[in-house]
């Protein structure tokens, strides 16, 4: 992706074929996964992903510290750092559902 800072770059998870921007959107899904009973389908489907190895190949590669992070300091973060624009443009690829 061209545009894409270094620092943004660390946001943005690689799964098979595709590659999945964590938004304040995305973590929201990862909250709801880790917070009620949600099989790895039903995340897939959420993630706009084919199977259940593929989340469950997404969830491994997440941080741990974006995963717990409170989603307004998350999206505090991305427009700090310049990334929230380029994420949210960019959702409609993301495979968000």
Known sequence: MAGVSEKCREYIIPVGEK????TPQILEVIHEYL??????????KKLGLE???????????????IMWMPIN??????EKEGCLELFESSSETAGEA
């Open 73 to 78: 300091m998350w999206r505090m973060r991305l």
């Open 19 to 22: 590659q999945i921007f964590i």
């Open 51 to 65: 199977t259940w190895e593929e989340a469950y190949e997404f969830i491994k590669r997440v941080p741990a510290w």
């Open 35 to 44: 917070h009620r009973p949600m099989g790895l389908e039903e995340l897939a």
